[in-house]
């Protein structure tokens, strides 16, 4: 069945660094990967969707890349932030189809002054 | 502005009661979709619909029910035979398209918990 992996240990990282997160996923090769930003309490918020043959995709300061070969995908922030922090979400199209998703546990960045 | 609704924010369910969640969208979506998210997991899908008066089983389907009536409304009952019911509950919604090529948009989540 499809598995999808997001390192569960927080990343801890000083403001103005690159933070780097990473989704792995097995037995399946999806034709898109999703991003989403969790705040604590709150519902998560689409950030990004790359297809399978855009090797990269950016959006100001954030940057994911697709590499179907590794079956992974890397969230970049650039120039971080204390408002960056948050938990970050992968998600696949589930493999049968109708729209569905299966998400990432997610990994939780937290940005230091 | 366009989004998605969800209420109650916290809500206490009495051992043997059924209660219901509310999620109402404006952003005219044909799609909509429960989750329950515990802690240290991804979210898991409990129900699903693509179209007024349809709605397919998730992933954890049981011990719960929905009903999709309207287009705008969503709403998800979580039974007495729901034995572990306390977790974070998020609707969402979507268009309808490709095979996962729409992000999904979500509420800000029920909280609920056993008395």
């Known amino acids: 069945s499809q598995k999808i992996e997001q390192n569960s240990e927080a990343l801890n990282i000083q403001e103005g660094k690159t933070a780097t997160l990473t989704c792995n996923y097995t037995n399946y090769s999806p034709a898109y990967l999703q991003w989403y930003r969790q705040d604590p309490g709150r519902g998560p918020v689409f950030l990004l969707l790359?297809?399978?043959?855009?090797k990269e995709k950016r959006k100001e300061r954030l940057k994911v890349t697709f590499d179907t070969t590794l079956k992974q995908s890397l969230f970049h922030i650039t120039a971080s932030q204390p408002a960056d922090s948050a938990t970050y979400l992968c998600a696949l199209p589930f493999s049968g189809g109708y729209n569905k998703l299966i998400f990432g546990a997610g990994t939780r960045l937290a940005v230091h002054p | 502005d366009g989004g998605i609704t969800q209420s109650p924010k916290y809500l206490f369910r009495k051992e043997g009661q059924n209660v219901t969640l509310s999620c109402e969208q404006n952003?005219?979506?044909?799609?909509m979709y429960w989750y329950r998210q515990d802690p240290g997991q991804g979210l898991r899908l409990i129900y699903y619909?693509?179209?007024?008066?349809?709605?397919q089983k998730g992933d954890i389907a049981e011990g719960y029910s929905v009903s999709r009536e309207k287009k705008e409304s969503f709403p998800l009952t979580v039974t007495s035979a729901q034995k572990n019911p306390t977790a974070f509950y998020l609707c969402?919604?979507?268009?309808?398209?490709?095979?996962?090529?729409?992000?999904?948009?979500f509420g800000d989540g029920t909280r609920l918990s056993i008395l």
């Open positions: 790359i297809r399978e043959n855009e």
């Open positions: 619909s693509q179209i007024v008066n349809d709605f």
């Open positions: 952003l005219n979506h044909d799609a």
């Open positions: 969402a919604s979507s268009i309808m398209g490709g095979v996962g090529n729409q992000p999904q948009h």
